[in-house]
């Protein structure tokens, strides 16, 4: 399970770094990331797993389509 536990520090303080994944804001969820909006969200507690293949010039790691994602969970 480290690889789900942050273990790189980030700007910010919600999130981090794991091994090749990064982790949100919401206990349990957690995400890799593509280039270009490529990702995927996994999310155990509720068995989720979603992925979203598309184009987006935004290469942040957090971003509106993690917004978008824990505000459907809420």
Known sequence: HLA??????TND???GYGYQLWMSPIEGLYQFNGIFGQSV???PEE???FAL?????DLSPQGSTL????SFLE
């Open 4 to 9: 789900t536990q942050k273990q790189v520090e």
């Open 13 to 15: 303080e919600n999130c």
């Open 41 to 43: 969200f996994i999310y």
């Open 47 to 49: 068995e989720i797993v």
């Open 53 to 57: 293949l598309s184009g987006n010039q």
């Open 67 to 70: 917004d978008l994602f824990c």
